[in-house]
């Protein structure tokens, strides 16, 4: 029995990318909401608050970071579909929803870096967006109707290990927040050489899928 794929104004993906980008906006811009310096301060005053804003910055580039990059990913997990359906439409909205809460352990990290709980809740936040991310493609391989064409499965398995990079380093991070504080923020500098390792591999499999796509003709 064939797929109903559905080609009503709620199946189009291309509603599903719009409100996508817009959350990610949104999101962006309330990360920047925690930066302030009170009125009406004296030289003294003034001084001290500006000495507070450190943490506050550096919260804020590493958030803004982390939610330019999911955008990107995000923008590849829902490249080259065909339709949605009520799975994928959920498994993307519970990580927009992340993506929107992310502003909040932003402030819990850069006012309360010292607690183990703010440190594991930004962890916990950011580990269950990228399993989102993985989610999006283990319902688009278990439902190829979506598709607008076959997902190379090189291509996917590359995909995921890059994703579940963050997901291992952040998820690892929480126990550490625990025994280490604000310390265990120093963990996440892992991801450098990881991502870098499971970006080449991801871009060579891009590269295969293209000259397979190409050349249909002679498979690699």
Known sequence: MA????HGDQHR??????????????????LVLDISVPQGLDSAAYGEELGDLPPKLYAYALSFLIIGIFWL???RVLRGLR??????????LLGLGLVALLPFPTSLISEYADEPASVAFYAANIA??????????????????????????ALVGATVAD????????????????????????AWLLLVPLKTMTGRRR??????????????????
């Not at 339709?83 to 993307?92: G, H, I, M």
């Not at 990228?130 to 319902?139: A, F, K, Y």
């Not at 060579?204 to 190409?214: G, L, Q, Y």
């Open 3 to 6: 797929q109903q794929t559905g």
């Open 13 to 30: 993906p291309d509603r599903l990318v719009a409100l996508s980008d817009g959350v990610f906006a949104i999101a962006m811009t309330l």
């Open 73 to 75: 990913d995000h923008g």
């Open 83 to 92: 339709s949605v359906d009520r799975p994928l439409v959920a498994v993307t």
């Open 128 to 153: 269950a967006m990228d399993l989102t991310q993985i989610g999006i493609l283990v319902v688009r391989a278990r439902r190829p109707w979506l598709n607008a064409d076959p997902m190379p499965p």
């Open 163 to 186: 994703l579940a990079a963050s997901v291992v380093v952040f998820a690892a991070s929480i126990p550490l927040a625990w025994l280490w504080g604000a310390n265990a923020m120093l």
């Open 203 to 220: 871009s060579a499999a891009v590269r295969e899928a293209e000259a397979d796509a190409a050349d249909p003709a002679e498979p690699r």
